[in-house]
């Protein structure tokens, strides 16, 4: 177990009602709830490691496999969606050679996420990769971004 994990589990907990504040700090310490945390956690809180899953399945904000170096988050929402942002998708998972529900590279470079929407109607269709907003974007472009980050990685 890592430092970062243990230390979340020193915390004093006071029942159920602790475990998502608990799942919450092992992902941040981790990036992701480890299986190692799913076990401990139904451990300290003395529930079965089911229902820790559960509650980890039911909420999008929880993460099973870490996350790459590299964020890249494609908006889905309505403008977006009608400005084209199924081909961004289409074009950033073929581009990083992702299929089958994956979405994280199998050099953990990149994890791709689609968002319901960043508001930024305006410059539909929008990417933000590590922060930065890019919009009006074509598949092209996005393919290109992604390469270029790709390569200053191998460098």
Avoid: W
């Avoid at 496999?65 to 998708?89: D, F, Q």
Wanted: with cysteine.
């Amino acid at each position: 177990m890592n430092d970062k994990l243990r230390e979340v589990l020193q915390a004093p907990v006071t029942g159920k009602g602790d475990l998502i504040p608990l799942l919450q700090k092992a992902q941040e310490a981790e990036g992701y709830v480890s299986e190692e945390a799913i076990y401990a956690i139904a451990e300290k809180l003395r529930i079965p490691a089911s229902e820790v899953f559960g509650v980890l399945s039911f909420y999008a904000q929880f993460r099973l496999r870490p996350m790459g170096k590299h964020n890249v988050k494609i908006c889905r929402g309505t403008a977006c969606h009608v400005r084209g942002s199924p081909l961004i998708v289409t074009a950033v998972e073929s581009e990083l050679k992702l299929g089958g529900g994956e979405d994280t590279t199998s050099d953990g470079l990149f994890t791709v996420e689609k968002i319901a929407c960043f508001g930024a109607c305006s410059l539909a269709p929008v990417m933000v990769v590590n922060g930065r907003t890019y919009g009006n974007l074509s598949p092209d472009k996005a393919r290109r971004l992604i390469r270029k980050i790709a390569e200053e990685e191998h460098v």
